[in-house]
């Protein structure tokens, strides 16, 4: 069964830093197309960063840009949000999904066949 697992959410101050995990299982994660998603209150899902399986190509939000950052633990097979400087306006739930292979990484909610169950993130004083 293919299966993701994200944790590491929670409340930090604007400011702040928080590394989510993406733990896959069934599967191995480097040979897929990555991508971080956020869904805030009452708002869609929008793709926040996502990586080719080759790593070769990189697509940020342009909100997140020189903030978040992305790697992979092929161990683990694990792939990792560094999100710094966080603001409010990150809040929301953040999604990892994986799609079969390729060299372009859009960040297209509806092109991924794989997703996690969500972590929260919630950027407040």
């Known amino acids: 069964q293919l299966q993701l697992v994200e944790s590491g959410g929670g409340l930090v101050q604007p400011g702040g830093s928080l590394r989510l995990s993406c733990a896959a299982s069934g599967f191995t994660l480097d040979y897929y197309t990555i991508g971080w998603f956020r869904q805030a209150p009452g708002k869609g899902r929008e793709g926040v960063l996502c990586i080719s399986s080759t790593g070769g190509t990189t697509n940020y939000l342009d909100s997140v840009k020189g903030r978040f950052t992305i790697s992979r633990d092929n161990a683990k097979n694990t792939v990792y949000l560094q999100m710094n400087s966080l603001k409010p306006e990150d809040t929301g739930v953040y999604y990892c999904?994986?799609?079969?292979?390729?060299?372009?990484?859009?960040?297209?909610?509806?092109?991924?066949?794989?997703w996690g169950q969500g972590t929260q993130v919630t950027v407040s004083s």
């Open positions: 999904a994986a799609r079969g292979p390729t060299m372009e990484a859009l960040c297209v909610s509806r092109k991924y066949d794989y």
